[in-house]
């Protein structure tokens, strides 16, 4: 039963404003706070933020304070490092010495020593292939902590719209409960004026009780809300915050490009297609890698001794070369499945990417002609 003076319809438009608006605006409102992670420059010259949601200094401050950031950046710190030792590469100096005791029958016992340095040496473009594989990291660490920053966006775009619209629907069920009190004070009222019946003031009883239990729901999400948004987002001041409430909706437009501008612009901006296209780079760089390492690295040294009681100086060069066998052909061999397997799963987030993009665009073009 709707309140006197309210028609029936109005009042249950209310009861479906916050679920309505939260439908339309979710989009736009996820969009926008992903974008400001990818291109602050572009969106303060074409969308500005709209006044219920976090200023982009708020944002990204909240973003980038993200565990899953955080952890991205020192993984990025951490390829730093890696590359730096891929460069110099693994070959160390080795400095080797020994001594004996010879006895010479006749002559005496005669102390000997030996010294030698030795290291190995890359051949064949190893040291250049180790550089790349380096950068490879770096392009990679680098795609990680964008993945990591649109994902933290994403999480808050929907946090914090999930706050505003628990926030509006406890507003709307408070001035609901207004109502359905004003609505059985006047059909007590009536039936005391005899004009209303048992019956009549029985459903408006139930009416006021169960606006009563919608509202104490709506606190309850509220709470939910409001504690996943500080949990996830700790920097995020709730308690000092203006009161935020959605702001109405516009009109919506249908997407200024088409289906398939979206789909290039994306595959070629998405950090999850950078991030599998550098593993397909990583994987030809190590089958590169694997197979030149089939011709082995020398060891060059050069050693000094001292023999014959002291009376002879030895200097000289050394040089050693391991032999290849099974076991570096079947390295080359894994690294050759390797590059197909990187190759597939690009295949697969190009195919999973087109696949969000057709399903997302086909849903701003519905969401459109259904309001």
Not at 58 to 69: H, R
């Amino acid at each position: 039963m709707s309140p006197p003076g309210r028609p029936k319809g109005e009042y249950r438009r209310a009861q479906h404003e916050g679920r309505a608006v939260k439908c339309l605006r979710v989009i736009p409102l996820l969009g926008l706070v992903c974008f400001l992670t990818i291109s602050r420059p572009l969106l303060a010259q074409e969308q500005p933020t709209p006044k219920d949601l976090p200023s982009t200094v708020q944002a990204v401050a909240w973003i980038d304070s993200d565990p899953a950031v955080v952890e991205a950046r020192h993984a990025l710190a951490a390829a730093g490092h890696g590359a730096a030792a891929l460069a110099a590469g693994a070959n160390e100096w080795a400095a080797r010495a020994s001594t004996q005791r010879r006895n010479v029958q006749g002559v005496g016992n005669s102390t000997e020593w030996s010294a030698q340095i030795e290291r190995a040496i890359r051949i064949g473009g190893k040291a250049g292939l180790d550089r790349q594989l380096g950068d490879v990291e770096l392009v990679l660490g680098q795609a990680r902590i964008g993945k990591a920053r649109v994902e933290a966006a994403r999480a808050l775009a929907d946090l914090w719209l999930g706050w505003l619209a628990a926030g509006r629907a406890r507003a709307l069920l408070t001035e609901q409960l207004s109502f359905a009190d004003a609505n059985l004070a006047a059909v007590d009222k009536r039936k005391r004026a005899g004009d209303a019946s048992a019956l009549d003031l029985n459903i408006a009883q139930a009416d006021l009780a169960e606006v009563l239990r919608q509202a104490s729901l709506a606190g309850t999400n509220l709470a939910k809300a409001r504690a996943k948004l500080r949990v996830r987002f700790p920097l995020a001041p709730l308690d000092n915050l203006p009161a935020v409430t959605l702001s109405d909706p516009a009109d919506p437009a249908l997407p200024f490009q088409t289906e398939a501008q979206w789909r290039e612009r994306i595959v070629t901006q998405a950090d999850p297609m950078k991030i599998a296209q550098a593993q397909v780079s990583k994987a030809e760089l190590g089958a590169s890698r694997a197979k030149a390492d089939r011709v082995p690295d020398p060891t060059i040294g050069v050693y000094t001794a001292s023999e014959a009681f002291r009376n002879e100086r030895v200097i000289g060069i050394s040089l050693s070369i391991p032999l290849s066998g099974t076991y570096r052909d079947a390295r080359a061999r894994q690294s050759l499945q390797e590059v197909d397997v990187a190759r597939a799963a690009l295949d697969r987030e190009r195919r999973t990417i087109d696949t969000e993009v057709a399903e997302t665009y086909a849903d701003a073009v519905g969401s459109t002609e259904r309001w």
